[in-house]
């Protein structure tokens, strides 16, 4: 693992490895933080991963929380345009019940952070994420209500600069090579492929990724996807979980059906883990 420091020059670490490197992924991933030490990932051209700044707290948790998201598959998303606290933690109950302790709320409102503060105090281990994040205020304020991660709709550079040193996972959006490139360069790996359907599906999601092949990208498809797409979606390799928003229904809330959502929740798991 090689340490770097602002006074390191990239030139002199080039030179000193007999190792081809793909040095636009170097760029992509090199990040200098103010004089602070950065572990440093390097990506060959075997398509293996020498170090994955695996001394950085932030990138360690990164890992954690894929892996658990990657371990259900899929991410239901509650798009419920205002929800009381008590109907909040009913809903990640419910999930709970189901095998499934996750969700992304939608980041809208006052009451969208106290939903999200709450349910990460009164289940802690639950996997709570925050939705539509426009700005790097938005982005604050989701990490400031205890979200453990965060999606945008689109790339905002001040968003993803601010995100890559704090200890949630923030997930930009992306639908172009182009959109790919600038979250690269900004030295995130992750992201949501948004909107999935409406861009084109699968197969133009393998076509965008093809260029990307050798990086380890994690990819969060989300928008208009439907129970007999996930298996598709998941058999992409980058892909380590499924957005789906056709388990937590906004009639399940108002008429509090709490089972349904259970009932939901069991069915998609089924799928897309079978």
């Known amino acids: 693992m090689i340490n770097f420091t602002t006074s390191f020059p990239l030139s002199n670490f080039v030179r000193q490895n007999k190792n081809p490197v793909d040095i636009y992924v170097l760029q992509c991933i090199f990040t200098v933080f103010n004089g602070l030490s950065l572990n440093l ?5 075997d398509n293996s991963v020498s170090e994955f700044i695996s001394g950085n707290p ?3 948790l990164f890992k954690n929380m894929f892996t658990s998201l990657g371990k259900y598959k899929i991410v239901p998303l509650l798009t419920i345009k205002d929800i009381e606290i008590a109907d909040a933690l009913k809903v990640a109950e419910a999930l709970i019940a189901a095998g499934l302790p996750a969700m992304e709320l939608t980041f809208r409102r006052y009451s969208d952070s106290k939903a999200i503060r709450e349910i990460a105090k009164e289940f802690p281990d639950f996997i709570i994420g925050a939705s ?4 790097k205020d938005q982005f604050l304020r989701a990490a400031d209500s205890k979200a453990k991660f965060a999606t945008a709709p ?3 550079e001040e968003s993803i600069k601010i995100a890559v040193k704090s200890p ?7 639908n172009t090579p182009s959109d790919i490139e600038r979250i690269l360069l900004n030295s995130c790996v992750h992201f949501q492929f948004f909107p999935a359907e409406a861009s084109g599906g699968v197969e133009y999601l393998k076509a965008i990724l093809e260029p990307f092949e050798h990086l380890p990208l994690d990819i969060l498809p989300k928008g208009g996807i439907t129970l007999d797409k996930i298996k598709d979606y998941l058999k992409i390799p980058q892909v380590y979980a499924v957005s789906l928003e056709n388990i937590l229904l906004t009639e399940y809330i108002v008429n509090k059906q709490w089972d349904k959502i259970t009932e939901s929740a069991k069915n998609a798991l089924g799928v897309a883990l079978s």
């Open 168 to 174: 949630i996972v923030f997930a930009p959006g992306a």
């Open 41 to 45: 990932c390097l990506f060959h051209g």
């Open 154 to 156: 689109g790339v905002c």
């Open 132 to 135: 539509g994040i426009l700005n």
């Open 58 to 60: 932030t990138e360690r």
